[in-house]
């Protein structure tokens, strides 16, 4: 009788069978913060992608009797001390100061409105095309529930962060696609062939660095007929974006490809018949494939702030376009910012966000990084 011979695989020796991006994985789980950051840009963009559901109204839709109107209080305990395990917000009524005549709302504790869930209410086109009604939480009684307050318009301002969290979110994916391919393109032709090409691309890529960029941008953003819509702004705004940002990464590409394009494997490629284009595509990018994801998750803040800022300065995308730099022109104003800081929530957004992209980046660095 023969003994049947043990393949089990022990823990050590399925540690070295996994490929290199089963090691990433395994790294970057153990990064926290990493973990943390991703866990919360799934939570964001999938908010913004389905916010008309997760909006608890009409972005558009005005109230004439809620203006410049603090976050709403959500009551557990009701004014006689009675608990509740459903969530309720007290009916509103507007008061006036005899002395400065400023106008404030008040809690009417003589009127409550529970918060429900999957509820009906305005009804909206889930990614453009879906008809829907149903709303994630809030009330069916109009103007009642505004968890972020509503702005000088009486537009409710958590509907609209949402929104804008979709335009801002996918202006960094989009933007930091088109410098992907640029700055790949034209740093692997520079570093593979060298010579007039790199010169000439190099030169290039210096003139594009030395400009400044809140002056091109604005010179750019004033190029724009004012017959375009908003769809077609937001677009330009992207495109002059990635125009602008492949110039760095382009730079890294170049000297990666100035170091490995005589190594041993490229030489066999050739010689074996391949193309310029198939080794530089197939054979030199993937080699630093890590690195490249690596500086796209942390260039997309970048792109996030670039767009932030110019709508901000109103010289990006402008409104019926909803994003967290339009939103943020209501807080250009000190006094604005004073009497009504939950104007400034946006920029809440923005930091979130951005810190988000960047431990997700660390992450990646650090798990791409063999040395440790």
Known sequence: MFKKKNTAVSKEEAIYMETQWQLMWRKFKKHRLAMLG???????????IFSEFFATQDIAKRSTTAISMAPTTIHFTDAEGNFSLQPFVYGLKQEEDPVTWKKYYVEDTTVKHKLRFFYHGDSYKLLGFIP???????TPEPDVFFPFGTDASG???????????????????????????????????????GGVTDTIIQRIIKFLMS????????????AFPTTWSSLKIYFAITI??????????ARVVRGKLLELRNEDFVTAARVAG?????????????????????????AIPSMIL??????????GLTPPIVSLGVLLQDAQSINTVSMYPWMMIPGIFVVI???????????????ADPYK
């Open 38 to 48: 991703g866990i919360i840009l799934i939570i964001l963009y999938t908010v913004g």
């Open 132 to 138: 829907g009604d149903i709303h994630f939480f809030g």
């Open 155 to 193: 537009r409710d301002l958590y509907s609209r962060v949402l929104s804008a969290l979709r335009i801002s979110l996918s202006t960094g994916l989009v933007g930091v696609f088109f410098t992907f391919v640029l700055g790949c393109l034209f740093g692997g032709i520079s570093g593979f062939y």
């Open 211 to 222: 400009m400044p960029s809140i002056p091109l941008w604005m010179a750019l953003a004033a």
């Open 240 to 249: 002059i974006l990635s125009l602008i940002g492949w110039t760095t990464l």
């Open 274 to 298: 391949a193309t310029d284009g198939y080794i530089i595509t197939k054979h030199l990018l993937p080699s630093f494939s890590s690195y490249l994801i690596v500086n796209v998750t942390l």
């Open 306 to 315: 670039a767009e932030t800022s110019l709508s901000f300065l109103g010289i």
């Open 353 to 367: 966000s951005v810190l988000a992209f960047n431990f997700v980046g660390d992450g990646l660095r650090d798990a």
